[in-house]
């Protein structure tokens, strides 16, 4: 993933990323993430992906459903897809904007122990490219309890506490 050096370039750490490899066990398939070798137009695709969520996240679902049937649930396996190339033969492959569905089943397919070090590509990619609160704020959300939600409650419950007080 990342490695972190002991220099410092107007105020701002320099950072090397290291290769790193995704391997389906069952059907043997490798993808690489490497920093280093990711085209513009792949960055691109990421952050797009990363906008929408960040939309749909302020927009809101009144649903679970809403959720799933949009593919927001899906969001790091989506900016996955964008980030991740297929390795053969040793050696990873040049992006291919018609494999993105591809890859994107290959990302699914991943086991649940490969989730920490995917999403530690994804953060890698955004905080290489200035988006560090950005990613942040999205796992944040996703991990976390949004803010506002608990306001809201909060804010709902002592309107009607107070409209069922003996003295309102």
Avoid: H
């Avoid at 994107?104 to 530690?120: A, H, N, T, W």
């Amino acid at each position: 993933m990342k490695k972190q050096v002991e220099k410092n370039v107007l105020d701002t750490q320099e950072i090397q990323y290291l290769p790193t490899d995704f391997t389906n066990p069952t059907t043997g398939e490798t993808y690489r993430y490497d920093f280093e070798r990711l085209s513009t137009a792949q960055g691109e695709f990421a952050e797009e992906v990363m906008e929408w969520k960040r939309e749909q996240l302020q927009k809101g679902a009144s649903t679970f459903n809403e959720i799933t049937r949009s593919g927001g649930a899906e969001w790091l396996s989506a900016v996955a897809s964008y980030l991740l190339v297929p390795v053969q033969n040793g050696v990873a492959q040049n992006f291919d904007e018609g494999r993105v569905y591809e890859t994107q089943v290959f990302v699914k397919g991943l086991p649940i122990k490969e989730y920490q070090r995917l999403k530690g590509c994804v953060t890698d990619f955004f905080t290489a490219t200035g988006k560090q609160s950005a990613i942040s704020q999205l796992l944040q959300n996703r991990n976390g309890v949004n803010a506002k939600d608990i306001l809201f409650q909060l804010v709902t419950a002592n309107l009607k506490d107070g409209a069922n007080s003996p003295s309102a």
